[in-house]
Nanobody
Framework: QVQLVESGGGLVQPGGSLRLSCAASGSIPNIQNMGWYRQLPGKERGLVARILSSGSPYYADSVKGRFTISRNNAKNTVDLQMNSLKAEDTAVYYC?????????WGQGTQVTVSS
């Protein structure tokens, strides 16, 4: 069974940076794509960024130019570097992996951007 564990959330001031990491345990035969969603207070979960097995990234318009997603295929990890953070980035961030057409989720990590 695949389990995802996130790390790196926390409290940061506006304009600051955080790096989220997600690691997988269990049998990982083939990760088709991986990425991050976030859930803002009172909102539905929305895609932040994803990266395909080819390395091709996608970003939501709201984070383009500020966030960078990267993956390490050897370690089965995906990171999200978040720069120039804004108050509206405050949310619970969830990593996900798609493995053999099945989606696995992390437990979520809180990111709070506040002065």
């Amino acid at each position: 069974q695949v389990q995802l564990v996130e790390s790196g959330g926390g409290l940061v001031q506006p304009g600051g940076s955080l790096r989220l990491s997600c690691a997988a345990s269990g049998s990982i035969p083939n990760i088709q794509n991986m990425g991050w969603y976030r859930q803002l207070p009172g909102k539905e979960r929305g895609l932040v960024a994803r990266i395909l097995s080819s390395g091709s990234p996608y970003y939501a318009d709201s984070v383009k130019g500020r966030f960078t997603i990267s993956r390490n295929n050897a370690k089965n990890t995906v990171d999200l570097q978040m720069n120039s953070l804004k108050a509206e980035d405050t949310a619970v961030y969830y990593c996900y992996y798609v493995i053999e057409m099945r989606t696995y989720w992390g437990q979520g990590t809180q990111v709070t951007v506040s002065s």
